[in-house]
């Protein structure tokens, strides 16, 4: 026996009190079962979190330069990914209103997990083995990846940014982080759960009542309790607990992706409540994620021209845009926070014809910026498919009234399948780049 042997036996025959002695831990519910049947919905939905996120992260544009990308240091977490693509209209739309929503789905999901192998956390010894001390610092990436990630992600859709870095790069590289935890965790332990699940059967368990529940057999893991207590809650209880905690999140958070009359019921959603100026002409009136006033933006007078450069630079009056072909599309502005304004009809100009104007060539990005000064989202970078896409509009009117001004008037862009964030709005310049090549 090994020095390092002995001292675990020796280490393993004195735990500390509390916690890390095995009669502490009690509930019957708590069995490698239990933690396997909450695996089966983690695995899905952790998988169609990270795919949606990417997709999230794509849909930014992230290697179209100037200024779309904050994550410059990404390099191969991100330079590979491929362009997004400018349709179906509700591709951002249905992938964030999914991210979003599922996200918060997960929460109690997640929790449940967490309970259901606390017991692990104060395992005595620490590390019985070499193997079992790194599978273990893996575990604190895990549960601090998810933790980190759903901590982020729902602080960021409450509008509160209380974190001294950048949601943006942190939910990313967190990601990165957690997806590679959760690999190592799956590949380790898919073979338990496989076999857990094949021991009882779900249906089975949806009938037993309180009164008949029992923990399961003892388990190598030692997720059951050496001493259950009698049971005060049957696992269908418990799961039961468990969907109707993630159904109520869906069902006061959904709301603000659907729009329309469901928009009243997302209760725990800040966004999209608020609902602009408005004006005379444009009734209804629909919400609006950022007022001018909150994006500090005065008035804009009848001065205002939009300046655009290609090939040739020139600029543009409100009226001189309006005298070129107007284009109308129904489209939805959405965040990626997972809120929309649903369906809006949007009518300006298309932006390959003002692409067209200034000589710029077909395979050319196009650069946008708005009166906004300083920081915020005032300006971004979209791909030569984006620019050519047949809906793709500097609007000037939504609802065949003119924008008002916390609609983006004097005018603001709008484009299928993009990312809300990259529909500027007051726009007051834009530059055609011809791709480099
Ligand atoms: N100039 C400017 N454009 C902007 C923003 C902004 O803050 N400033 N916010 C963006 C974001 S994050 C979104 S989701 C949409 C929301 O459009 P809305 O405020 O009209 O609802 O506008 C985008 N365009
Ligand atoms: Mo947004």
Redesign the pocket.
Known sequence: MSVLDRWVNRAADHPPPGPFRAGFWRSPLRGPWFTAILSVALLPGITLMFLTGLASYAAYNPNLAPGNDTTPDKGLLGSWLPGWPAGPFWLYWVNQGVHVTLGLVLIPVVLAKLWSVLPKLFEWPPARSVTQLVERASLLLLVGGAVFELVTGVMNIQYYYAWPFGFYQAHYYGAWVFIAAFVVHVAFRLRTMVGALRGRSLRAELRTPVSQTTAEEPDPDHLVSADPAPATISRRGALGMVAAGSLTLVGLSVGQTIGGVTRSTALLAP??QTI?LGSQELKPDF?????AA??G?DPVGASWRLELNGAANTSLSRPQLLAMPQHTARLP?????G?S?GLQTWTGVRLADLATKVGAAPDSSLFVE???RGG?????TLSADQVTAADALLALQVNGADLTI???FPA??VVPAL?????????TRMTFLPARG
Do not use: M
């Open positions: 966004r999209g602009g919400q609006v994620n950022k007022t909150e994006a933006i502005i959405a965040c990626v926070e809120w304004t708005s009166l906004q915020g989202f005032g300006s971004a916390d609609h983006g603001r862009v990312p809300g964030v990259h529909n500027t709005k007051w726009v």
